[in-house]
């Protein structure tokens, strides 16, 4: 009996998840901070969280679930971040005991005083997961041309193209909201990265 309860819930899962896939026509956006692993809530305001789910909405769900499941986090800090000056909006954590974690500065005079924009910090930092995970060392040789065309552009015209991998996050934020402003193999470049990560994550789902 237990089996069976067991597989008609995940039957439901399934079913609820491709109805989600289909309506969104393939992938399915609700994201959320509650799809995170959120360290210091009590540090963001009310504004701020409202804020920060609507600028993670467009991330595909699958890139958050599997930035959970893997056990890393996100954190708010009203103050500088460790190690940085008071310039740093957002740190993404590659190696170490804080690997794929991410932390995120929440003091609101901040974003009134410097040039960074609250609406991009997070999903800019989700674009170094998806540049970690998706890219790095799963790219073909023509994604890495295409990256690499597109740091030689806007290296010229962005202050947040200062490498290729900064040039990821920062165009990553670009393709979730204003895909249009970029070349489609570009976007198509994106699109391949969170495929990627969507087979880790149904990898994931599977061994559990």
Same mark, same amino acid.
């Given at each position: 009996?237990?089996?069976?309860?067991?597989?008609?819930?995940?039957?439901?899962?399934?079913?609820?998840?491709?109805?989600?896939?289909?309506?969104?026509?393939?992938?399915?956006?609700?994201?959320? *901070?509650?799809?995170?692993?959120?360290?210091?809530? !009590? =540090?963001?305001? @009310?504004? %701020?969280?409202?804020?920060?789910?609507?600028?993670?909405?467009?991330? /595909?769900?699958?890139?958050? #679930?599997?930035?959970?499941?893997?056990?890393?986090?996100?954190?708010?800090?009203?103050?500088? *971040? /460790?190690?940085?000056? $008071?310039?740093?909006?957002?740190?993404?954590?590659?190696?170490?005991?804080?690997?794929?974690?991410?932390?995120?500065?929440? #003091?609101? +005079?901040?974003?009134? $005083?410097?040039?960074?924009?609250?609406?991009?910090?997070? /999903?800019?930092?989700?674009?170094?997961? &998806?540049?970690?995970?998706?890219?790095?060392?799963?790219?073909? @040789? @023509?994604?890495?041309?295409?990256?690499? !065309?597109?740091?030689?552009?806007?290296? =010229?015209?962005?202050? #947040?193209?200062? =490498?290729?991998?900064?040039?990821?996050?920062?165009?990553? &934020?670009?393709?979730? $909201?204003? /895909?249009?402003? *970029?070349?489609?193999?570009?976007?198509?470049? %994106?699109?391949?990265?969170?495929?990627?990560?969507?087979?880790? =994550?149904? +990898? @994931? !789902?599977?061994?559990?």
């Amino acid at each position: 009996m237990d089996f069976r309860i067991k597989t008609m819930k995940q039957a439901a899962k399934t079913l609820l998840t491709l109805v989600m896939l289909l309506t969104m026509g393939g992938q399915a956006y609700a994201g959320d *901070l509650s799809m995170l692993n959120v360290v210091g809530a !009590e =540090n963001a305001s @009310e504004e %701020f969280t409202a804020a920060i789910n609507n600028s993670i909405s467009k991330i /595909p769900d699958h890139i958050l #679930d599997y930035h959970k499941k893997i056990g890393a986090t996100v954190s708010f800090s009203r103050n500088n *971040l /460790p190690g940085y000056d $008071n310039t740093i909006a957002g740190i993404y954590y590659y190696d170490g005991d804080s690997r794929y974690d991410v932390m995120i500065r929440t #003091d609101e +005079a901040f974003y009134a $005083n410097y040039r960074f924009d609250l609406a991009t910090t997070l /999903p800019h930092e989700i674009g170094h997961f &998806v540049w970690n995970v998706g890219f790095r060392d799963a790219a073909s @040789e @023509e994604d890495r041309r295409i990256l690499k !065309e597109q740091y030689d552009f806007w290296k =010229n015209y962005r202050f #947040d193209c200062k =490498n290729q991998e900064e040039t990821f996050a920062a165009l990553y &934020v670009t393709h979730l $909201n204003y /895909p249009d402003h *970029l070349i489609q193999e570009a976007n198509d470049m %994106f699109d391949r990265c969170e495929e990627r990560i969507g087979l880790l =994550n149904g +990898a @994931e !789902e599977s061994s559990q």
